[in-house]
């Protein structure tokens, strides 16, 4: 009885600061110094590949782009280009667990930046100007844990938000920066202020 009593206790102690934590706002909640330079926001463009259409992606990301592209008092806008026509943001589909970057995550982001030598890109750091983003949805590992449509949306508008130099936000705050396998369909208030005062 004792035991159960310190463990009642504990457990109660740990539920007030989660339930009530608190997320990072404005600066605390994007990478210092990363991103592409604030401007290219109001027009970014981005590619789809055939897999993102042919896998039914399409939906998660025209509702991820939507999101963003509709927060009020920011200046954020899209445009599709083909892919390989110089587009900013490419989005693509690791199908079999296979790419470099992607390998066991749901999701990923990484960044690129010109390598000025021999004009290519190579990979940036999150903390510096970046010049192109690759986006990779993790087709395979979304299948391994049954994602549902929301988990789906959720991993596509968060690497999108990584894409706007989102950072991580803590477990348990409401917010699609959370890690892991997480149901929220729609950018939350805060993530939604947060672009609001960076954007
Ligand atoms: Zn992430």
Redesign the pocket.
Known sequence: MTSLVAFLFVASVFSIPVSGFQGKTNADAFWPGGGFLNNKYSKLTYSTSNAVDRLGYSRYVDDAINEFDSISDANIGFRKLSSGDGEMLSIVIDEKNSSEYARDAF???IPFKIDPKTTSYERASNYETWAYAKIWLNDYMMKQHKFTSDERNKTTI??I??AFAME?QYDGVKSV?V?GQISYPDLQQLDISNLQWKY
């Open positions: 999701g990923i982001m968060h690497e938000g990584h991580h920066m890690s």
